[in-house]
């Protein structure tokens, strides 16, 4: 069991599954149970971080391109439309609660150079002082690693777990189309059993993760494996839970055991 007494902030990732239908079109009624959540635990008293994906899938469709596109430029043309598109529902749903927010986009270049990580760092520290929500997403419009599938962030689960040792978060949540890591593959075999806890990340535990994520997404198991490496690296625990469970944040925050959850330490779980 998580203790969240011990949790102040808290980075949540959503992906594109999570946040569009399978025709690439916003699913609208997901979105607004997510701000809606994150707003309440805000006013809590949390301090939360929204790492978002579906730029590329929701610019795609407001283009009314009938497939997501495969050449680099517009993939990067979807993503300029998309993340313009993103940030304006975000800005007018978080507004309804009184929550402002801010727009950060990330290349791995920023990550890597001391200067402008130091000023990141310091850029997320202001706007949770000052309670904004910052919303992040790596910027597929310039870089391209993401977007040819060549190592970069690689994909928004290990740029979430980036973000979370950034804002020395204290909890990454990874919503998923699944409820987490299973010791097969549940949507084959219906005897799958989920994995509670993972405290050592082994071949094992790899095997398990292997496969590719949604028709949508491009960050299966085997990506937040990788990311759950950086946080148990960092002492951050993480989750890796069903997004589209309602009350799930809920369920949480609560204490409640929900998904697969990523820590080394066992005592104070």
Not at 44 to 54: I, R, T, W
Not at 143 to 153: D, G, P, Q, R, S
Request: glycine fraction near 8%; hydrophobic fraction near 40%; charged fraction near 25%.
């Amino acid at each position: 069991m998580l203790n969240i007494n011990e949790v102040r902030r808290i980075v949540v990732k959503v992906g594109t599954s999570t946040l569009t239908y399978e025709n690439g079109k916003l699913n609208i009624r997901r979105i607004e149970r997510l701000v809606r959540t994150i707003s309440d635990l805000q006013n809590q008293g949390f301090e939360m971080v929204l790492v978002s994906s579906g730029a590329v899938g929701v610019g795609a469709a407001k283009l009314g391109l009938s497939e997501r596109p495969t050449e680099l430029a517009m993939k990067q043309a979807a993503a300029a439309v998309g993340q313009c598109e993103l940030m304006h529902i975000y800005d007018k749903m978080f507004l309804e609660y009184g929550i402002n927010v801010a727009q950060i986009l990330l290349t791995r270049e920023n990550i890597v150079d001391d200067d402008q990580r130091e000023n990141i760092h310091n850029t997320f520290t202001a706007l949770m002082r000052t309670g904004v929500v910052p919303i992040v997403n790596e910027n597929d419009t310039v870089a391209t690693a993401e977007l040819k599938h060549i190592e970069n962030f690689g994909d928004n689960d290990t740029l979430s777990a980036v973000v979370a040792r950034m804002c020395e978060a204290d909890l990454l949540v990874i919503f998923s189309d699944i409820d987490g890591l299973y010791d097969s593959d549940p949507r084959k075999n219906p005897q799958a059993k989920l994995i509670r806890h993972v405290s050592r990340i082994d071949a094992k535990i790899r095997r398990m993760a292997g496969g590719a994520g949604s028709a949508h997404g491009t960050g299966g198991m085997a990506t937040k494996i990788t990311a759950a490496e950086l946080c148990m690296d960092a002492g951050i625990p993480m989750l890796v839970a069903n997004g589209d469970k309602q009350g799930i944040l809920y369920d949480i925050v609560d204490g409640k055991p929900v998904g697969t959850l990523f820590a080394r330490e066992v005592a104070g779980l």
